[in-house]
Antibody, heavy 118, light 109 residues
Framework: QVQLQESGPGLVKPSQTLSLTCTVS??????????WSWIRQPPGKGLEWIGY???????YYNPSLKSRVTISVDTSKNQFSLKLSSVTAADTAVYYC??????????WGQGTLVTVSS | SYELTQPPSVSVSPGQTARITCSGD??????AYWYQQKSGQAPVLVIY???KRPSGIPERFSGSSSGTMATLTISGAQVEDEADYYC????????????FGTGTKVTVL
């Protein structure tokens, strides 16, 4: 059974860079069939697709976030990561990592709340 | 930017049928996916590729798509189906740009 777990700071100061890591267990991130995704959800609001990465390093981002987002993969650790720069309070959200097969996000992490505040 | 539009809320009595719509210009050419999210939990895939049901999802959940609208139907809704539901799809650019719908709160009472 594939499992994903987000980790990273729960509090980030405005203008700084948010950094999260997703650790994958129960399956190889290099399997080649999947895209490894980040999704977020501001408190009380809807879901927003941030982007995803293929094990080879190919990345695809939400155009509205593209200038601030970097997703990377470390196949040796079976992890992928999210960096979001120049954060503001509007970036406060629960951040989820998930495994994508096309539009099927069948496996999700539990989510981690990141608050942007000084 | 591409948008998928859903009604904000749908209410249904237990045992009745709930229908949730999702409108998007690219849906005639792109699959719709549906996610259920209960309070405080990660979303769960309930329908993929317009009408396919993942293993473990009850048969009362079904999906369809026609033209620019996809529909999630819950036939014989149960109290435990009360949740937020999101459609999910990609635009027609071919550039892997996915988007979630605006979300629908389904109340069963």
């Amino acid at each position: 059974q594939v499992q994903l777990q987000e980790s990273g700071p729960g509090l980030v100061k405005p203008s700084q860079t948010l950094s999260l890591t997703c650790t994958v267990s129960g399956g190889s991130i290099s399997s080649g069939d999947y895209y490894w995704s980040w999704i977020r959800q501001p408190p009380g609001k809807g879901l927003e697709w941030i982007g995803y990465i293929y094990y080879s390093g190919s990345t695809y981002y939400n155009p509205s976030l593209k200038s601030r987002v970097t997703i990377s993969v470390d196949t040796s650790k079976n992890q992928f990561s999210l960096k979001l720069s120049s954060v503001t309070a509007a970036d406060t959200a629960v951040y989820y990592c998930a495994r994508a097969f096309g539009g099927s996000l069948a496996y999700w992490g539990q989510g981690t709340l990141v608050t942007v505040s000084s | 930017s591409y948008e998928l539009t859903q009604p904000p809320s749908v209410s249904v009595s237990p045992g009745q049928t709930a229908r949730i719509t999702c409108s998007g210009d690219a849906l005639p050419k792109k699959y719709a996916y549906w996610y259920q999210q209960k309070s405080g939990q990660a979303p769960v895939l309930v329908i993929y590729e317009d009408s396919k049901r993942p293993s473990g999802i009850p048969e009362r959940f079904s999906g369809s798509s026609s033209g620019t609208m996809a529909t999630l139907t819950i036939s014989g809704a149960q109290v435990e189906d009360e949740a937020d539901y999101y459609c999910y799809s990609t635009d027609s650019s071919g550039n892997h740009r996915y988007v979630f719908g605006t979300g629908t709160k389904v109340t069963v009472l």
